[in-house]
C-alpha cells in the first residue's frame, strides 16, 4: 500500500520561506516520480515540482523555478519543496502525489499521478 503524507505547511508574510516534506512508504522501489501540486480555492490543480527516481532528475512549472528546489532524502524516503520568496498568489493546498515509470513529457500530467497524499494548507498574507 503507497502512502504519501505531506507536512510543513503554514502561515506566512509575503517573502517568507516555507519548506514542505512528504514522507512515501510502501512500494518506494524501481522508477518513479513525485511530485508537488497545488490547489488555490476555486481552481484546478496545478503542477509545481517533480523529481525523479532514482536520477533524481528535477522539474518546475513555469515561473516557479528559483524560487522553490527539490530535494530528497533517500534514507528517509522523504522529498522536500523548499519554497522561498513566497507571495500571496502561493496560497493553496499543496499536495505530493507519485507516478511510477515516467517520462519527461507527461512529469507534469495530473492523471499520471495514482497516488496522492492528503495535502498540506500553505497560506501566505500580504
Known amino acids: 500500500q503507497v502512502q504519501l503524507v505531506e507536512s510543513g505547511g503554514g502561515w506566512v508574510q509575503t517573502g517568507g520561506s516555507l519548506r514542505l516534506s512528504c514522507t512515501v512508504s510502501g512500494g518506494t522501489g524501481g522508477s518513479y516520480a513525485v511530485a508537488w501540486f497545488r490547489q488555490a480555492p476555486g481552481k484546478e490543480h496545478e503542477f509545481v515540482a517533480a523529481?525523479?527516481?532514482?536520477?533524481?532528475?528535477?522539474y518546475y512549472g513555469d515561473s516557479l523555478k528559483g524560487r522553490f528546489t527539490m530535494s530528497r532524502d533517500n534514507a528517509k524516503n522523504t522529498v522536500y519543496l523548499q519554497m522561498n520568496s513566497l507571495k500571496p498568489e502561493d496560497t493553496g493546498v499543496y499536495y505530493c502525489?507519485?507516478?511510477?515509470?515516467?517520462?519527461?513529457?507527461?512529469?507534469?500530467?495530473?492523471?499520471?499521478?495514482?497516488?496522492w497524499g492528503q495535502g498540506t494548507q500553505v497560506t501566505v498574507s500580504s
Open positions: 502525489a507519485r507516478q511510477m515509470n515516467p517520462i519527461a513529457s507527461t512529469i507534469s500530467a495530473k492523471y499520471r499521478y495514482a497516488y
Open positions: 523529481l525523479r527516481r532514482p536520477n533524481g532528475a528535477t
